[in-house]
C-alpha cells in the first residue's frame, strides 16, 4: 500500500469527511447483518460433541463410578493434576478408586486422560464454566466428577465413532 502524503490530500479529503461518511456507511452496514454474539451468560452456548470441557468420571446406573483405579489417567496427565488412589472391592471388578481428585487449576484440557483411558470411565464433558474462590475450591473429588451416564451419552457416542 503506497502512503498518501498531507500535501498530496485534496481540501475535502483534509477535512477528514469522505472517511468519516465511510466509516459511518460501514457501521450502519453492520448493524443489518446477521450477529455473531451472544448474550452470555443469559443466552447459554452448547458445544458440540468434540468439544473438550471439564473432564469428568462416568458414574453407571447403578451409582458406582466406572473406574477401576488403573491410575494410567493420571500417569499421562501433562499437567499432573489427577491424583488416584485405590482400594480393592467385592464388586464386579476388583478395584476401585477410593480417592479420585483431579486440580481443576492444573487441567489444561488436553484430554489425554480420556484418550488413555481402557474403560472409558473419565471423558470430557461440555462443562466450561468454572468458577473457584480459592486453592481448595479448585480440586474437585468423586462427589464433583462423578456424572451419570445418560449426561455424557453424547460425547460417548462421539468417542465410540471417532477414537
Ligand atoms: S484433561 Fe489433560 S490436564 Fe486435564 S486432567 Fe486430563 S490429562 Fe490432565
Ligand atoms: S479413569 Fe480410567 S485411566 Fe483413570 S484410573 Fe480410572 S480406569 Fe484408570
Known sequence: MSIIKEKDLTLLEKTYIP??????AL??????RPKFTRQYPEEKWA???SFRGRPVLVQEDNGQERCVACSLCSRVCPALAIEVQAGETERDKERYPVKFEINMVRCIFCGFCEEVCPEEAIVMSDEYELVFSSQEEAIFGKDKLLVPKEKLQKRIEYLEEYR
Open 27 to 32: 457501521t450502519w452496514k453492520q448493524m443489518f
Open 47 to 49: 458445544p458440540p460433541a
Open 19 to 24: 472517511q468519516i461518511i465511510k466509516g459511518l
